[in-house]
């Protein structure tokens, strides 16, 4: 394999930020050298609903159609895009209603949203358990509910109305968050959780909403074509401190030989706090993708995505990372590109007519909730928008 071949092969496996909301010279200069297979957008990217349009259109121009262009769309406090649609309910508040139809109509919304801006993967849901409603790290308002059922009832109606209208989810952050006391934004979690808890309980909507066993199976809209594997260590199933994305038992022999799971498999962001803090992003990288992490996924700092993707391709060209491994990832991805939707064409008055029923279904499930749970959960920190990577000098 030729070394400029080996580099663009490589560069389709990554998923980056991008600085602001203009591809300027710096910005391009980042798109030409590891020409990501997608990018993720943030708030700071995001000015007007046609700007997003119009980015989105000029990074496929750039990068090609069947680019990955990614938001973090939950609800409540995870809505990159509060300042065009006005806030939106949290599962947490979807939760307290427990009504499948409900979860799948602020689905149908969110992809319909995310659509016509020309967005085509969401990573959401979250199948996390609320199991510690107290603890700030990072997902109780985030949840769908406290047992296995009910978050893959409802995580599912979400996943199924979003798909259905064209924007493929993720399931995160698997195999499990429920369990941690702390956020992994900032540190390298533990996951207090037995192997039985874990089997039957937090894993469970992962193994039903990927029906890799169901008879008959789930159908396609609503069943997990990705899944984001968390940061946490799982003490239950790896004795040395690992985040679970570079666990082989919890990628390699539950995810993909248990479960059966066929789809992509993208990592957590590799500048938070869990993996900085125990190695570097440029390592990280290597080693998410020898575990067999088809999309590794790098959001801030447009050097540490540089340097990242660089060793990553030193480390194929050494075999370090071996041969086979890489060819079965970009299968994969190929194969889960295969089934985007083509893009939209902005409409300004159809947007409009979106975020006005956006807003009367925002205003209709308020309306059934108790009052105590109304207004957004505004008690924790803001989730990905606020966070700065903190490197040593």
Known sequence: MSERHSARELGSQFVIGLPGPNLDAATRNLLKTVRPGGVILFARNLRSPEQIAGLNRELRSILGRDLLICIDHEGGRVNRLVEFTGKIPSAQQLCILNNPQLALEHGRWCGKILRILGFNFNLAPV?????????DNSVPDRC??????????????????????????????????????????????RIERSAWQM???????????????????????????????????????????MPALLSKFVVQKILRLKYRFKGVIISDDLEMGAIIRTMSVESAAVKTLDNGVDLPLICHTPEKIVSAFEA??????KNKIQPSTLRACRARVRAFKACLRAPLKFNGARWAELVRGNHAFTENILSLLPEDAKELNLSFRPVGETYTPKYED
């Open 127 to 135: 199948l996390d358990l609320l199991l510690k409603p107290n603890a």
């Open 144 to 189: 769908w509910g406290s047992t296995a059922d009910q978050v893959t009832n409802l995580a599912g109606a979400f996943l199924s109305g979003m798909q259905t209208e064209g924007i493929l989810g993720c399931g995160k952050h698997f195999p499990g968050y429920g369990g941690v006391d702390k956020d992994p934004h900032l540190f390298l979690p």
């Open 312 to 317: 990553s391709v030193k480390a194929a060209e």
């Open 199 to 241: 089997y039957h309980e937090d894993m469970v909507p992962y193994e039903k909403l990927i029906g890799g066993r169901s008879r008959p199976k789930v159908p396609s809209a609503g069943r997990l074509h990705a899944v984001m594997i968390s940061h946490a260590h799982t003490a239950a199933f790896d004795a040395k401190k």
